[in-house]
């Protein structure tokens, strides 16, 4: 079992900057392959970046160049960078660890965190 908290998020301008944490418990960060979702209102959940166990990193488009996730391993938590922020950035912002666990593949969700970009 992994128990994800997502922290960070809050209100910000267009072009301002915010960092979102995502800290594991219950087993090691070091073992997920993480994602950072994100929904807006009356949208379907999308994805935004992932970082690997490796630290390789993938972003969505629209987020390329904006947003940088990092992990650190030993805080057990990930990172998710947001800069030059635009009002379609807004939108709940979901971590989520996929872990092998016991020969099966698993999937936990972090409980969000609003971020609001506006003037």
């Known amino acids: 079992q992994v128990q994800l908290v997502e922290s960070g998020g809050g209100l910000v301008q267009p072009g301002g900057s915010l960092r979102l944490s995502c800290t594991a418990s219950?087993?090691?960060?070091?073992?997920?392959?993480m994602g950072w979702y994100r929904q807006a209102p009356g949208k379907q959940r999308e994805l935004v970046a992932t970082i690997t166990t490796s630290r390789t990193t993938n972003y969505a488009d629209s987020v390329k160049g904006r947003f940088t996730s990092s992990r650190e391993n030993a805080k057990n938590t990930v990172y998710l960078q947001m800069n030059s922020l635009k009002p379609e950035d807004t939108g709940v912002y979901y971590c989520?660890?996929?872990?092998?666990?016991?020969?099966?593949?698993?999937?936990?969700w972090g409980q969000g965190t609003q971020v609001t970009v506006s003037s």
């Open positions: 989520n660890c996929g872990i092998l666990e016991g020969g099966r593949w698993s999937d936990y």
């Open positions: 219950g087993s090691t960060v070091s073992l997920c392959f």
